[in-house]
């Protein structure tokens, strides 16, 4: 079975410019995870997808982070503008409904300069 | 606020030792699970353990569930270079925003 894909790895830019990311879930999970990874520290939640609805955004900075997932498969991550303390890895991780675990992807560097 | 307070936050032991790993909360979960992250990947789980007193071996991984579901312990016996990384544990309690939480971490560095 194949795992979460997330790309790209590895992305740096200079602050006040975009930036994307992508991320496709394991087969036939419903739930989608977008977090936050400073170094050290445990994931942050930025958002959770349940098919294609949001059903918790409440940490993501809405005024420069955005996040989709139309079809209820792929989902991508937008940061317009970035800035330097947006400089973190960035996981995706997908869950099968009524299960506790979670599969995260090899995340995605980001580095602000 | 729900947390799950991981202790002790850094390690670092020589290969060949034990160690042990508690995950603590005021709360109960449903469940726990436990997930490695070595640098540069992202987590990967390791264990879910469901039931009160639980007791799972993964290798030279135990991993227990309190009798209460409030807590966890990881205990890593003949600790080797490759179990270094950073210890994740997390769960969904079952009251309040029923939002998946992580713990603080632990990061486990073994020398050879």
């Known amino acids: 079975e194949a795992g979460v894909a997330q790309s790209p790895r590895y992305k740096i830019i200079e602050k006040r410019q975009s930036v994307a990311f992508w991320c496709n879930p394991i087969s036939g999970h419903a739930t989608l995870y977008w977090y936050q990874q400073i170094l050290g520290q445990g994931p942050k939640l930025l958002i959770q997808f349940q098919n294609n609805g949001v059903v918790d955004d409440s940490q993501l900075p809405k005024d420069r982070f955005s996040a989709e997932r139309l079809k209820g498969v792929d989902s991508t991550l937008k940061i317009q503008p970035a800035k330097l303390e947006d400089s973190a890895v960035y996981l995706c991780a997908s869950r099968l409904t009524g299960r506790g675990e979670q599969y995260f992807g090899p995340g995605t560097r980001l580095t602000v300069t | 606020t729900q947390l799950l307070e991981q202790s002790p936050q850094f390690l670092s032991i020589q290969e060949g030792e034990n160690l042990t790993v508690y995950c603590n909360s005021s709360?109960?979960?449903?469940?726990l699970q436990w997930y490695r992250q070595e640098p540069g990947e992202g987590p990967v789980l390791l264990v879910t353990?469901?039931?009160?007193?639980e007791v799972k071996k993964l290798k030279r991984l135990t991993f227990q569930f309190g009798d209460a579901r409030k807590d966890s312990s990881l205990h890593i016996t003949a600790a080797q270079p490759g179990d270094t990384g950073l210890y994740l544990c997390?769960?969904?309690?079952?009251?309040?925003?029923?939002?998946?939480?992580f713990g603080t971490g632990t990061r486990l560095k073994v020398l050879a």
């Open positions: 709360s109960v979960f449903s469940s």
């Open positions: 353990v469901v039931t009160g007193g």
């Open positions: 997390a769960g969904f309690p079952t009251s309040g925003t029923y939002k998946y939480i």
